[in-house]
Structure formats: C-alpha cells, structure tokens
C-alpha cells in the first residue's frame, strides 16, 4: 500500500491491489475515504490537495471554489471569446467544446450536466480513444486538446477550475512535414490561369465560347498573396488607407470586420510586382474603400 501525507490528517493513498488512488481524510473527527478515480498520481495529488482545502476552508469558514457545471463555464466563455477571436473560430471551438461535453454527459455523468471538478485527464484521454475510434487524424484530435487546453486555463483564471487536467495529457504525434512551396513556373501558370476570363456553358451548350470577366480580382489577389503572405481575409478587408505607395509598405491591421490571426498588426515591404499592382487598381478604384472588391456589391 502507498501512503502519501498531504498534512496531519489527509493522506493520498493506493492499495496494493488497485491503481487508482483515493484520499484519507479526518475532517471534525469524522474520517472519510473519498476515490479520485484516477491511476495519475500526479493528478490525484493535485485533487487531494484541493480537496483537503476544501476540507480546512469548511472549518475555518473560508469560501470555496465554486462549483462550476460545465455548461455554465461554457457559456461564460462563449462571451469571453467573442471578443477576443473571430466569429469562423469562436464557431469551430465552440463546436468542439460541445462535443466533449456530449462525451461526458454519454459515459460519465449519464445525462446529469458535468461539473469541471469531474474531468480528469483519464478522462479526457477516453475521449482522445474516441476520437480516434471515429477515423479523426492526429493533428485534429490535437486541435481538439488546444481547444479543451484553452477553455481550461480560461476556468482556472476565472476560479471555476484548480488546474487544467488537459495538460497532463499528451499530444498524438505528429510527423513534421516541410511546407510545400510553389516553383516559379507554377506561380507563372497560376496567375496565367487566373486572369483569364470564365467560360459561360448555358444549357444544352448554348453560350459555349462565350466569356465573361471574373467576379473578383483573382489574378491581383494571388500575386498580392504570394509576394507579401497576406491571409485571405487580410486581402478581403483591405482598404487604400492600409497602403503607402510612397514609402513602399503594406500595413495589416485589426478592423472591426476582421481580427487578426494573432491580434497584432504588422507591416510588410511590397515589392515592385505589388507596386505596380496596386498602382493599376488604384487608378481605376473610383470612390472604392476596398483594393480588392468584388464586381457584385461594388466595394
């Protein structure tokens, strides 16, 4: 048997017989064996300490951790995150929230809302063995636990949770691949491709060989992309007043309509390509606010 002292009347313990730990704990004369439902001794030791908190809290009248019922802290940072992140990501985490807690209401708590105080990492690597069992790739069963990670610390700042049970989990590996890169030949046909007009193909070929122009400034977009390595909602949301044509620089910044990837606004040296680029559009923008309009809507 192991038996760990956490102080004078609560221990970690674990039979000899059994891998999960359980906590001996003598609170105003009583004692009490509470199970962890947990083999981590890592993670076992982290609830015992809280529990025992807990415990002293109670006779010395100090407030608690509140409980926190998962969908609670959910909605708490349901508003958190709208307005730190995008309306696309706040979408996808939420999504991935809500499956996890779909998980845990179908194998832990049987129906019953789950408390956070109830999610362990064996737990949370139950779902990883789901996720797996379902035909999910390492890399998105990854994204999975940065989603879960992320919600956690968001609790843990906001006293809903003691720790972040997800950072005893491990990530699935991942071979390191190099990203791949275009030849210049390819960048060539690409932007060749581009700016040629759309074939119309009407019913029963009627209107075959007839074009039309493209309805966004494809070609202008993609060599804009690969010489500056701007995002596509960098180049949709961008306006003249993002350029210095003079000073040769391009400025990427956080707009009311669309959030930068990573909340920082940067700038980049646009080449003579971009330049003369941008020059050509500009001359023909009309009172546009927007470099890279669409025909429909104008800009």
């Known amino acids: 048997m192991v038996r760990l002292e956490i102080d004078r009347s609560a221990f970690l313990c674990k039979r000899a017989d059994s891998r999960v730990w359980y906590l001996d704990l003598t609170e105003a004369g009583h004692r009490s064996r509470l199970s962890l439902h947990t083999t981590l001794k890592d993670h076992a030791l982290s609830i015992a300490r809280r529990l025992t908190d807990e ?28 307005i730190r992140n995008t309306p696309r990501t706040v979408e996808l985490n939420l999504s991935n929230l809500e499956r996890f807690r779909a998980f845990l209401l179908d194998t832990v708590t049987a129906g019953r809302e789950p408390r956070l105080s109830e999610i362990s990492p064996d737990r949370i690597e139950s779902y990883v063995a789901r996720r797996k069992q379902e035909g999910l790739s390492h890399t998105t069963i990854n994204r999975d636990l940065g989603t879960l990670s992320t919600f956690f610390n968001f ?14 989990v491990k990530p699935m590996p991942v071979p390191k691949r190099f990203p791949r890169t275009l030849e210049p030949e390819q960048v060539s046909a690409l932007l060749f491709r581009a700016g040629r007009p759309v074939p119309l193909l009407g019913r029963g070929g009627k209107g075959r060989g007839n ?27 961008m ?39 941008l020059r050509r559009r500009k001359l023909s923008a009309g009172g546009s606010r927007w470099v890279f309009p669409s025909v429909v809507g104008g800009g």
Do not use: C
Request: charged share 35%.
């Open 239 to 277: 306006e003249w007043s993002d350029d210095d044509l003079k000073a040769e620089r391009i400025l990427f910044r956080n707009k009311p309509e669309n959030r930068l990837k990573d909340h920082a606004d940067r700038q980049v040296r646009a080449n003579e390509a971009v330049l003369d680029m």
């Open 55 to 82: 415990a002293r809290a109670r006779q010395w009248g100090i407030p608690l951790l509140r409980a926190s019922p998962f969908r609670e802290a959910l909605d708490e940072y349901r508003a958190h995150a709208a």
């Open 155 to 168: 609790a843990v700042e906001r006293g809903r949770a003691r720790a972040n049970p997800v950072q005893r």
């Open 211 to 237: 074009v039309r122009p493209r309805m966004t400034p494809l070609r202008d977009m993609i060599l804009f992309a690969v010489n500056t390595g701007a995002r596509l909602g960098e180049m949709l949301y």
